[in-house]
């Protein structure tokens, strides 16, 4: 076992850099920083327990900023204080699910690292927006799913699913992710040899459970504000969709009065802001969107995979504002410069993610951290489907909350494949090929113009890389860690 002060002595490392990066950006303008969905959420915390049930934002964000603004200091302060904490712990998180995924503690630190001088997301902890609480609930619902892969005990199960019902009171595209994570957790059980009766009751019990408590908070929205959902919000995404996919025109007759006022605008929300779309819950605007889509879902769905593909790399630096004569205003522009550069390593993440949940169930009962890596590699995906489905802008905003699993998938991967051709001379030369075709693809995949050559060229490096993987499970993924989460 590797002594306690290793990985301690690297945690303490994480939270000082973590600490100092966060620190300059707040002394840069010590203030929080509001934009378009800020005035909601703070209307919504001063109004709870009043406002918990309600269509315009989730409730989740809300009861962070009311709590925070019990702290000494008042609401900003306090806010920028938690939100400045929930970052640091989802540093240390990220450094033990690397940890656990890779098996090595040097190859954890540097993905902590990377998730610790990240100016994208620290720069969350000053702005009125749910990317931070969205981050924490997730990586710790990661930690409680991956801690639950070690013997199955059911209670880690339960927590993971109480974590992800209050993410999805966060953020409600996670509303279905426990119809797709216990059955993948269930192949692995299977392969491993422990479903049992008692691992099915939990999990089908888990699912209920989940499913009851998201179901609940939308019969209180029927009850209170006459919409069954969990937000209406997704009405006006999906107006926003059609209008970005030029799919206005494809309106059913019934809908042929309201195409010359959609079209009239760029924006959903002018749109929903002016009769006759503004409607109570944008119910129209919803109806309209929905009939365009049941009426061309292949169009649609095509549409879809073409944003997934062409926003898996993209970042939303608007949200960052560094004042470049306030203090460290040179250094921090310098390295949002660098995370910039890194985002669009995220483009070959989506096929790496599919080769480790291939591998992840294949390998199942004799490779430990091919599951965790397969649980991570569902996770982005997920995410990244989910997102480009129900959302119309701000992708990489929506998706921050899986920035952890993300870099831990895409520096694990490379890395892993790297330390096996240095230390394995006959697979040497096909493990840095590999990693030059994988970092190759960072360059070429944005320039292919076609949906379908890119879906091809994915699927393609997916792949390779599970073919890869499986070949060299035995030593790819060998570490000194044989129980990763005790």
């Not at 993300?406 to 330390?419: H, M, N, R, S, Y």
């Not at 073919?467 to 035995?474: C, E, K, Q, V, Y």
């Amino acid at each position: 076992m590797v002594p306690v002060t290793t990985w301690l002595r690297q945690v303490i490392a994480l939270l000082g850099i973590a600490s100092a990066v966060l620190a300059a950006y707040i002394a840069n303008s010590p203030r929080l920083d509001r934009f378009g969905d800020s005035p909601t959420y703070e209307f919504m915390a001063s109004a709870l327990p009043g406002s918990f049930i309600s269509t315009s934002r989730m409730p989740g964000y809300p009861l962070l900023i009311a709590i925070s603004s019990w702290l000494p200091g008042g609401k900003e302060v306090g806010l920028i204080a938690t939100q400045a904490i929930l970052i640091l712990a989802a540093v240390v998180a990220t450094y033990a699910i690397a940890r656990a995924a890779t098996g090595h503690d040097w190859m954890a630190f540097l993905i902590a690292l990377v998730l610790a001088t990240d100016l994208l997301i620290a720069g969350y902890v000053r702005i009125v927006m749910s990317e931070t609480l969205a981050v924490i609930l997730t990586v710790a619902m990661t930690v409680a799913i991956l801690r639950y892969l070690v013997d199955f005990r059911p209670s880690y199960l339960w927590l993971a699913a109480g974590l992800l019902v209050g993410l999805t009171l966060t953020r409600p595209e996670w509303a279905l992710l426990i119809v797709v994570l216990v059955p993948y957790l269930l192949l692995i059980a299977h392969r491993r040899r422990r479903l049992n009766r008692s691992v099915l009751a939990h999990s089908a019990a888990t699912i209920g459970a989940v499913l009851l408590a998201i179901g609940a908070y939308c019969t209180g929205n029927l009850i209170v504000n006459s919409y069954f959902g969990l937000s209406s919000v997704g009405n006006v995404a999906l107006l926003g969709k059609v209008m970005v996919y030029g799919m206005v025109d494809e309106a059913p007759a019934r809908y042929s009065w309201l195409v010359p006022i959609v079209k009239s605008s760029d924006s959903p929300w002018t749109l929903v802001a002016s009769p006759p779309l503004n409607d109570r819950n944008f119910s129209l605007a919803g109806d309209f969107a929905k009939a365009i889509i049941i009426h061309d879902p292949v169009r649609f769905g095509q549409d879809v995979m073409g944003t997934a593909i062409t926003t898996v790399g993209e970042h939303d630096s608007v949200f960052i504002v560094i004042h470049p004569d306030g203090p460290f205003g040179r250094p921090l522009q310098v390295l949002l410069v660098v995370d910039l550069l890194r985002y669009r390593g995220f483009l070959i993440v989506p096929p790496l993610a599919l080769a480790w949940v291939l591998a992840g169930v294949i390998l199942a009962g004799v490779n430990r951290r091919a599951e965790i890596m397969g649980v991570l590699g569902l996770l982005v995906l997920y995410s990244w489907l989910t997102s480009s489905a129900v959302t119309f802008g701000e992708f990489e905003r929506v998706r921050m909350a899986i920035n952890p699993a993300e870099t831990t998938i895409l520096i694990g991967t490379l890395l892993l494949i790297l330390l096996l051709g240095l230390k394995d001379a006959s697979r040497r030369l096909p493990a840095f090929a590999l990693v030059a075709i994988d970092l190759a693809a960072i360059g070429f995949l944005p320039h292919i113009s076609s949906t379908l050559l890119s879906e091809v060229a994915l699927l393609a490096l997916a792949a390779l890389n599970a073919f890869a993987i499986l070949r060299w499970s035995g030593r790819l993924t060998a570490a000194p860690h044989p129980d990763p989460l005790p």
